[in-house]
DNA sequence: GCAAGGCATCGACAAACGTCGAAACAAAGG
DNA sequence: CCTTTGTTTCGACGTTTGTCGATGCCTTGC
């Protein structure tokens, strides 16, 4: 039987010193406050460079990425770069040099924010 | 125990008939194609105030809300049309005229599929 | 120290976006 | 009909965004 097993992204232990942030989407209207936190995530993933780099953080391995593994995007370097900043602005993403190398991995929490956002509980 | 309770979004009768679009995020980097999809439903809410709209007509009563239920969101009245007519593009509103008032719910779908994208099952 | 490679910042530019007031359209009621 | 009320469309505007090449900043290895 699919789909009995829950959001992995809810382990009580995730959601802990983390933005609550947002109630369901549908349990009730948004507070503009409330709009401007989420929209900012929404806003972070809606172009496709920036869903592509993040999706391939998301799935790499280890959890992280360095910049070189997934800069494969089609479009140069430095919107690479720009694009990594804007989901660090978000809250997205960290990073961390390590060497020559800077890596990057999805901020734990994010994953159970969007969960939230969708009605779960 | 709280959070044993799968997404209500993913009933097999729900996600019948309806767009596959996406794989979960972690489970593999996007392609472009993917990436397009899903980003533009991520685009469409991010902005607060389209995030308002969607919000208020996903949590409202009936599952669906006239525009005057929800026009008080700061803005003014053609700004809420337009924003209305941008999440109805993006697949995640459709609206139907009844007399003098239009009425606007939620896409059935959508729901699923953001919840598909959050890496469930 | 110096060259090389990985990554970030800068400056510029066209395109897209959010917003509004004015006007048009649609339905209902006199 | 004509008016009223709810909603959309139009045209214009300033701002934000995505993109690039050029440049600068780290780190490593000679």
């Known amino acids: 039987m699919p789909n009995t097993k829950v959001l992995p992204l809810l382990e009580p232990s995730v959601d802990e010193g983390v933005v609550p942030c947002c109630p369901p989407l549908t349990e009730r209207p948004f507070t503009a406050e409330e ?22 953080v998301a799935s790499h391995e280890g959890g992280e990425a360095c910049v070189c593994d997934i800069s494969d995007v089609g479009v140069s370097q430095p919107t690479v ?7 660090k602005e978000a809250g997205l993403l960290t990073s961390e ?25």
Not at 40 to 45: D, E
Not at 81 to 87: I, P, Q, R, T, V
Not at 99 to 114: D, H, I
């Open 81 to 87: 770069s720009h694009h990594l900043k804007k989901l």
């Open 35 to 56: 709009a401007e936190t989420a929209a900012r995530m929404f806003k972070a993933l809606g172009d496709p460079v920036r869903l592509r780099l993040f999706s391939a």
């Open 97 to 121: 040099r390590r060497g020559t190398w800077v890596y990057y991995r999805v901020t734990p929490s994010v994953l159970a924010a969007m969960g939230q956002l969708l009605a779960i509980r």
